[in-house]
Nanobody, 124 residues
Framework: QVQLEESGGGLVQAGGSLRLSCVVSGRTFSSFFMGWFRQAPGKEREFVAGINWSSGNTYYANSVKGRFTISKDNAEDTVYLQMNNLKPEDTAVYSC?????????????????WGQGTQVTVSS
């Protein structure tokens, strides 16, 4: 059974940085796509960034381009989201998700496995 476990959330002032981690365990496939999503209170879940595990190709929402960086560590089966120059509007619960079909999709319904989420709060 695939399991995803996030860590690294917290409270930070505007302009600060955080790094989120997502450890993948229990997978039996070598090709997949990892996405980071976020959901703020009263809003829909939205795509933040994604990475193709095989190719390393990365994808970003326009709202985070130039501020967030997604990366992976193959040996540790871990995906990271480095978040710099954080803004109050980045406040949300951040979740990592895995699509075993590598569809590089921004649609959260395309993902099969989800972590429990980690809270990121940016104060002004």
């Amino acid at each position: 059974q695939v399991q995803l476990e996030e860590s690294g959330g917290g409270l930070v002032q505007a302009g600060g940085s955080l790094r989120l981690s997502c450890v993948v365990s229990g997978r039996t496939f070598s090709s997949f796509f990892m996405g980071w999503f976020r959901q703020a209170p009263g809003k829909e879940r939205e795509f933040v960034a994604g990475i193709n595990w095989s190719s390393g190709n990365t994808y970003y929402a326009n709202s985070v381009k130039g501020r967030f960086t997604i990366s992976k560590d193959n040996a540790e089966d871990t995906v990271y989201l480095q978040m710099n120059n954080l803004k109050p509007e980045d406040t949300a619960v951040y979740s990592c998700a895995l699509d075993p079909y590598s569809r590089s999709d921004y649609d959260p319904t395309m993902y099969y496995y989800w972590g429990q989420g980690t809270q990121v709060t940016v104060s002004s």
